[in-house]
């Protein structure tokens, strides 16, 4: 199937993608504001986390489904595919060496997939918790 849009039009759409605040990831820090939890959005730290607790040192990112492959939501484009193929697996080997990095220079890093802050907020909360509580 050939794409409806022409390649300008194309272009246009996915550059309107949001790349930080996106709606999981201002309904994941809402909730953590209303609960008391205190949170920077800092971009100083490697990977640009979409949340630092820096006095205890966790990181967290919100993942979205298909930039990142999610297994579950994550959807492979046909046209173009083989670019589409490459970035995709680009973005979760990245994500993998900034968690590694993050984590030897001990942070604690927590990656939500977007369908998990919609569908489970109160899992991930309790997620965010334990790792703060973790941390003191």
Same mark, same amino acid.
Request: charged share 20%; aromatic share 14%.
């Given at each position: 199937m050939t794409d409806v849009l022409t390649p300008e039009q194309r272009s246009f759409c996915m550059s309107r993608n949001r790349g930080k605040d996106t709606k999981p990831e201002i309904l994941l820090r809402r909730e953590l504001w209303n609960r008391?939890?205190?949170?920077?959005?800092?971009? !100083?730290?490697?990977?640009? +986390?979409?949340?630092?607790?820096?006095?205890?040192?966790?990181? /967290?990112?919100?993942?979205?489904?298909? #930039?990142?492959?999610? +297994?579950?939501?994550?959807?492979? +484009? !046909?046209? %173009?595919?083989?670019?589409w193929q490459a970035k995709i697996a680009r973005n979760k080997e990245r994500d993998q060496e900034v968690t590694l990095a993050l984590t030897q220079d001990g #942070? %604690?890093?927590?990656?939500? #997939?977007?369908?998990?802050?919609? %569908?489970?907020? +109160?899992?991930? /909360?309790a997620e965010v918790e334990r790792a703060l509580r973790g941390r003191g």
């Open positions: 008391g939890f205190r949170y920077r959005l800092t971009r !100083k730290l490697i990977g640009k +986390p979409d949340m630092v607790f820096v006095s205890k040192k966790v990181a /967290i990112f919100v993942d979205g489904c298909f #930039w990142h492959g999610c +297994p579950e939501h994550g959807t492979q +484009p !046909k046209t %173009n595919a083989g670019f #942070w %604690n890093v927590l990656r939500f #997939w977007e369908h998990q802050v919609k %569908n489970d907020l +109160p899992g991930c /909360i």
